[in-house]
């Protein structure tokens, strides 16, 4: 039995190779930037270990489990990218294995975002009841329960696999992309149907806890600052949300640019990948990282001691 490949299409994005020199500079570039995010996201979760404020604290819990799950995220969508380039096709086991992670991960990243709105909404409105309701024992449950509900939405893809797929698929070689994957029309349909109820109700929530805080703030003529930052803090997850869901419109948006820049349909892609893929795992080290006194106060002597260690 010829096991080295099987007949899954490529994506068509792949159609048109990169050259030598072209292919060098795009891994670079992507490697680069993952390492420096991934370093400053695994600071964080050092100062986050060093320090028992942090890790008694619900907020700074479901922050540091949002930056976890950003590593896992980018380490493995990197993966995916160098061994697009180096192998074109994998295991389709192994690709099984990576791609179960990486969905896992970006529907992590809404539920996490929701949660530390929801957080974010008691600790200002309900500020009496915040020891009461978000309790260290409640954080883990609740983080229990998104990665429980993501397995629900990803095992579901894999046992259609396997209830229709032959046994030789996951002993060949195939181009790794999800679509190319999981291809089965139920899956398809679910993926649409779950990721428009998934990520409305994600919305909802945000949308919900903002307003609740500002017309909160506006009721008592409040000029708190503690106020004003939770309220930021939403809209700074509201823009994360928004570059999470590019994620999930990856297969329409892909088409979109391939009408639109049938030319420099390739570049288009790598730029594309860049922003929804990469820099949105930046964008939580933003949020709390350097904006939040007490967790910046930490931080940067960690930081400041690696730089000057790295000096002769």
């Not at 994506?11 to 995010?37: E, H, M, P, Q, W």
């Not at 229990?144 to 396997?162: H, P």
């Amino acid at each position: 039995m010829n096991s080295s490949s099987y007949g899954y299409n490529v994506s068509s994005s792949l159609t048109y190779r990169d050259s030598v020199s072209t292919a060098v500079a795009k891994n670079v570039i992507v490697l680069a930037l993952g390492l420096t995010i991934n370093y400053i996201n695994g600071t964080l979760i050092h100062t986050f270990r060093k320090h028992q404020v942090f890790y008694v604290n619900p907020r700074y819990i479901l922050f540091i489990h949002l930056v976890l799950n950003d590593m896992i995220q980018l380490t493995a969508a990197i993966s995916l990218f160098v061994s697009s380039y180096v192998f074109y096709r994998i295991n389709a086991s192994l690709c099984c294995f990576i791609i179960t992670f990486t969905v896992f991960t970006s529907l992590n990243t809404p539920l996490n975002l929701a949660v530390m709105a929801v957080e974010c909404y008691i600790a200002v409105c309900l500020p009496l009841r915040h020891p009461q309701l978000c309790t260290i024992k409640r954080t883990y449950i609740l983080i229990g329960c998104v990665w429980a509900f993501s397995a629900v939405s990803v095992l579901t893809d894999v046992f259609v696999i396997l209830a229709t797929e032959p046994v030789r698929l996951f002993y060949s070689t195939i181009y790794c992309e999800r679509d190319n994957l999981f291809r089965h029309p139920i899956s398809l349909e679910k993926r649409d149907v779950s990721y428009l109820i998934y990520l409305s109700g994600v919305w909802l929530t945000l949308l919900y806890t903002y307003f609740r805080i500002f017309f909160a703030a506006k009721a008592a003529n409040s000029v708190d600052g503690n106020i004003k930052k939770a309220r930021n803090t939403i809209l700074l997850h509201g823009f994360q949300l928004l570059l999470s869901m590019q994620t999930f419109l990856g297969h329409i948006l892909n088409n979109t640019f391939r009408k639109w820049f049938p030319k420099h349909y390739i570049q288009v892609l790598f730029v594309w990948y860049i922003i929804i893929q990469i820099l949105p795992r930046f964008v939580s080290p933003v949020v709390y990282g350097f904006r939040d006194k007490t967790f910046k106060q930490y931080l940067r002597k960690y930081l400041l001691c690696t730089m000057r260690k790295g000096i002769p």
